[in-house]
């Protein structure tokens, strides 16, 4: 029995609150948003405790999936970033075309970011996000799985700013859906990230 910890309608709401776009006109045109657990607040948990949700229109009705995922990085990550400014951490917002269709790190398809993203870096290794250093440009900071058999249990070094699946079968399913979309509406991609604390 799948159940979901939002319903579609919340999500609308609060996208229409934050001044967010939302896609109501036509067949697959997918809303990708990305939910981020306000409740650990800035401590790094380590584990799969935020949403991945994608909603959209079939002859005009609503189909809506929630998908456990992480949208920040892990304990691993938090340690051992290659990169000198910190590890990356995606800002919330909305960015319009963002990712498309194509293959993560030469392995398989997920969504790869194409335009520009806001991060922060954090590199004190302190097992607490700093949410300051902003940063815009292409990082990297794509959409995919973690596992590629079941599903993992932590985070690690799944993300270092990407927006990762717990369940590789839930993945999959997203990704199909994504194909749809692509046949529809061409290989662009917004994708939208909000806080649970948005959500009445």
Aim: charged share 25%; with cysteine; aromatic share 14%.
């Amino acid at each position: 029995m799948n159940t979901t910890k939002f319903t579609r309608e919340q999500i609308e709401k609060a996208m229409n609150e934050l001044g967010y776009e939302y896609f109501t006109n036509g067949d697959y045109n997918i809303n990708i948003i990305g939910i981020r657990n306000s409740i650990p607040g800035k401590s790094v948990t380590n584990i799969f405790d935020d949403w991945i949700t994608l909603s959209f229109k079939v002859n005009d009705i609503w189909h809506y999936y929630e998908y456990l995922a992480t949208t920040d990085p892990g304990r691993k990550a938090m340690i051992e970033f290659k990169n000198p400014y910190g590890v990356a951490i995606l800002a919330p917002g909305q960015y319009k075309g963002s990712h498309m269709i194509r293959r993560h790190k030469n392995l398989y398809e997920a969504l790869g970011q194409k335009d520009n993203v806001k991060v922060f870096r954090d590199r004190n290794k302190d097992m607490v996000y700093d949410y300051h250093t902003p940063a815009f440009g292409v990082y990297g900071i794509n959409i995919h799985r973690s596992n590629p058999n079941t599903e993992s249990t932590y985070v690690e070094n799944w993300s270092e700013g990407c927006q990762v699946f717990k369940r590789v079968g839930d993945f999959n399913k997203f990704m199909n859906m994504c194909r749809k979309a692509k046949e529809l509406w061409g290989n662009s991609f917004t994708y939208t990230l909000i806080e649970s604390k948005d959500i009445k």
